[in-house]
C-alpha cells in the first residue's frame, strides 16, 4: 500500500505494490537518505558531516507518485521505521533537505503539531565511523545504578545515585512481563521515562504526551538505549536502561534535547504491545450489510472479496466494522500499523496486500499520507478492529489509473489495525 508523503514504496509499496496512495501525479519527488531521517527523528546517531545513503539503503521518497523499484520480500522486512514521540514529528520537507546540507533541527512533539511524523526505510544500522566507540555490550548491572519507582504504566520516578555512571550499557528488567516475547523486528509500543544521568534534568517522555512509541524492534533507526533494549522482553515488563554515549547520541549528543556529547541517560521503558510482522487481528466475526462485497478470512493471507453483482459505484464512503476491536480510539495524528488487503468493487479482483509480503505497514492519519478514504475511514476505530471501506474514486486516485487499476474505480479494503502509537508512519 502506498502514501502520498511515503509507504513502504511511494505510490506503492516497498515491494512494488499498489495501496491507498496519492491521487495527484504532477507532484515532484524529494529523497531523503533513511540515515538522515532516523538522525532527524532525534534518536539516531547524529552525522558528522551531510549523509549520503549507503549501498543498502533505499531513499525514501516525499510527495512522489512516480513509483520506487520493486525491492526484495527480505529487504522489505527489514524496513522498520525510526521516528516517534522520543523523538520528534518532523516539521517540513524543507527541514529534512537542511539536514540532508548538515543542519541539524530538532522539533518537539507537541500536541499542537500539524506535521506529521516521517518513517524512514529500514537499513542495517550503519558501523560506527572510526571516531566513534562501537556500541557496547548490553548487561544487566553495574557498579552503580538509579532507583526506579511507580507502576507499570505510570510515569516512573527516577533516583538518581550520587556517583557518576560508570560507562555500562545496562538494560534491567525491573517487572517481568507475562505477554509474547519481542522479537528482532516485531512492532513494539513501549512508553518511557527518561532524565540525563550526567545533568540530572529529566527527558520528555511519552506519558507527558498520553501516547506510546511505535517502533520495530532492534531495526537500528532508534538510538540502541531504545531501540536494541526491548528485544528478548515480554510485553508487560518494565525496563530500567542506563545509555551511555555510545548508547545513545554519540559524540553528537543532541542540543535540542539538552544531551552533551559525553552524557550518560537513564531510561525506563514500559513495553505496552508487540506484534510480529505477519500478525492479524482475531475475535468475533461479524458479516457485512448486505450491500457490501463479502470477505472471506483466510488467515494470514489475503482475503477473499466477493463484490455484490451489479452493485453501482457509491458515491460516499462506506464502513463496515467486521471485528470489533478493545483498543483505544485511533486519533488523527498518530502512527497505525495495519494489515490489508484491496481489491477492486467492480470485479473483485486483488490489486495489492500487505498478508501477500507478510510485513504489516504504518502510516501517519490524518496528514494526507495515504487516499482520503483511509484517513476518513480509520480513524476513530478502535485499535484491534477488522473494517471494511468501501472507497469511491472521489476519495482514491480520482480519474487516475494506477498500476493495474484503472482509472475512475471504485476500491474495497479489509483493514486489519494492529496498534497506535507516536512514530510508525512514512
Do not use: C
Not at 552525522?47 to 510527495?63: H, L
Not at 557496547?136 to 504504566?153: N, Q, S
Not at 482475531?282 to 463484490?307: H, L, M, Q, W
Amino acid at each position: 500500500m502506498s502514501e502520498k508523503a511515503s509507504s513502504p514504496g511511494e505510490a506503492g509499496t516497498a515491494n512494488g505494490a499498489v495501496g491507498p496512495g496519492p491521487a495527484s501525479p504532477e507532484r515532484e519527488s524529494i529523497v531523503v537518505p533513511p540515515s538522515v531521517l532516523a538522525q532527524q527523528a532525534g534518536w539516531g546517531p547524529a552525522p558528522a558531516a551531510p549523509i549520503a545513503p549507503g549501498p543498502d539503503e533505499q531513499p525514501q521518497i516525499f510527495a512522489s507518485t512516480r513509483r520506487r523499484p520493486d525491492l526484495s520480500e527480505a529487504g522489505y522486512s527489514e524496513n522498520p521505521p525510526g521516528v516517534g514521540k522520543l523523538g520528534v514529528i518532523l516539521g517540513t520537507v524543507l527541514a529534512l533537505l537542511l539536514v540532508g546540507g548538515g543542519v541539524t533541527m530538532y522539533l518537539t512533539n507537541k500536541s499542537d503539531s500539524k506535521s506529521p511524523a516521517a518513517k524512514s526505510d529500514a537499513a542495517p544500522t550503519a558501523a560506527p565511523t572510526p571516531t566513534e566507540a562501537p556500541v557496547p555490550p548490553i548487561k544487566d548491572t553495574a557498579k552503580v545504578l538509579p532507583t526506579v519507582t511507580g507502576d507499570f504504566g505510570s510515569k516512573a520516578t527516577i533516583t538518581l545515585p550520587k556517583e557518576a555512571a560508570d560507562g555500562t550499557f545496562v538494560v534491567k528488567e525491573l517487572i517481568a512481563g507475562n505477554g509474547p516475547k519481542v522479537d528482532k523486528n516485531n512492532w513494539v509500543t513501549a512508553d518511557f521515562t527518561a532524565m540525563n544521568w550526567t545533568t540530572g534534568k529529566e527527558i520528555q517522555g511519552s506519558y507527558e504526551g498520553g501516547k506510546p512509541q511505535l517502533f520495530q524492534a532492534d531495526g537500528g533507526q532508534l538510538i540502541p538505549a531504545l531501540d536494541a533494549a526491548v528485544t528478548g522482553h515480554k510485553v508487560g515488563s518494565r525496563l530500567l536502561v542506563v545509555a551511555p554515549p555510545a548508547a545513545a547520541f554519540r559524540d553528537q549528543g543532541s542540543q535540542g534535547m539538552g544531551v552533551g556529547p559525553t552524557d550518560n541517560l537513564v531510561f525506563v521503558i514500559d513495553i505496552r504491545n508487540a506484534n510480529a510482522p505477519d500478525a492479524v487481528v482475531s475475535g468475533d466475526v461479524t458479516p457485512p450489510p448486505a450491500d457490501f462485497p463479502k470477505v472471506k478470512d483466510n488467515g494470514k493471507k489475503a482475503a477473499d472479496i466477493t463484490p455484490v453483482p451489479g452493485a453501482a459505484d457509491p458515491t460516499e464512503l462506506k464502513t463496515a466494522v467486521l471485528i470489533q476491536g478493545k483498543g483505544r480510539k485511533v486519533e488523527s495524528g498518530e502512527g497505525v500499523l495495519v494489515q490489508y488487503t484491496g481489491a477492486l468493487f467492480k470485479d473483485g479482483k486483488k490489486f495489492d496486500s500487505s498478508l501477500d509480503r507478510g510485513q504489516a505497514f504504518s502510516f501517519v492519519t490524518g496528514g494526507g499520507n495515504v487516499i482520503e478514504g483511509w484517513d476518513k475511514g480509520l480513524v476513530g476505530q478502535t485499535i484491534g478492529s477488522r473494517v471494511e471501506l468501501v472507497i469511491p474514486a472521489s476519495l482514491a486516485y480520482k480519474d487516475q489509473a494506477k498500476d493495474t487499476i484503472p482509472a475512475n474505480s471504485t476500491l474495497v479494503f479489509v483493514v486489519d489495525i494492529l496498534d497506535a502509537g507516536i512514530g510508525g508512519g512514512s
